[in-house]
Structures are given as C-alpha cells and as structure tokens.
C-alpha cells in the first residue's frame, strides 16, 4: 500500500523555524515530483512548493520564497520543508502530494498524505 506519512507539524512562535518531513512508503517515487500544499481553516487549498525526485529541480510559491526551502534524501525516500520565519498566515494543514508533473495544482496529484497541523502563534 502507497503512504505517504507527514510529520514535524507543531505549535511554534512567529518568527520561529520548523521541519516538516514526508516518507514515501510503499514504493519509490523515482521520477515522481513531489510537493507540499497547505489548507489553512475556512481557505481553499494552497501551493507551497515542488521538487522533482532526484532534488535537481524546484519550485516555491512566492508567498514562501525566501524562507521555506523544500528539498528531499532519496536514501531515505523522504522530503522535507524547511520552514524558516514563520508568520501567523503559515497557521495550516500541511500535506505532502506525490505526482507525474511539477504542477502547482492539487488535481495534478495523484497521492496524498494525511496533513500535520503547524500552528504559529504571537
């Protein structure tokens, strides 16, 4: 069975870092691009990030530029997001999305984790 399993979310102040990782379990995502995505309550879901498997390619919504970095350890089969500077409006679910394109739209996503919760506080 394909998973893929967030963790790293948390309760963190503004200004505060955290690292979010997704394993891919099941099967390897070798030429898949991977990405994060994050729905903050009562919003639709946004785009945060892309990379392609082998990391030699990504992409950051701009509302993130700057301070997430999104990167992956085919070793490990797992991405992360790096979140730096963390401001009120990062408060979302954040899931991880596995897909044949790097694409900044939910459909193009053919698996999904679960979410983990990062709340950012004052």
């Known amino acids: 069975q394909v998973q893929l399993v967030e963790s790293g979310g948390g309760l963190v102040q503004a200004g505060g870092s955290l690292r979010l990782s997704c394993a891919a379990l099941?099967?390897?995502?070798?030429?898949?691009?991977m990405a994060w995505f994050r729905q903050a309550p009562g919003k639709e879901r946004e785009f945060v990030a892309w990379?392609?498997?082998?990391?030699?390619?990504?992409f950051h919504a701009d509302s993130v530029k700057g301070r997430f970095t999104i990167s992956t350890d085919n070793a490990k089969n797992t991405i992360y997001l790096q979140m730096n500077s963390l401001k009120l409006e990062d408060t979302a679910v954040y899931y991880c999305?596995?897909?044949?394109?790097?694409?900044?739209?939910?459909?193009?996503?053919?698996?999904w984790g679960q979410g983990t919760q990062v709340n950012v506080s004052s």
């Open positions: 999305a596995a897909g044949p394109r790097g694409l900044t739209t939910g459909p193009s996503y053919d698996y």
């Open positions: 099941g099967r390897t995502f070798l030429g898949y691009t």
């Open positions: 990379i392609s498997w082998s990391g030699a390619t990504t």
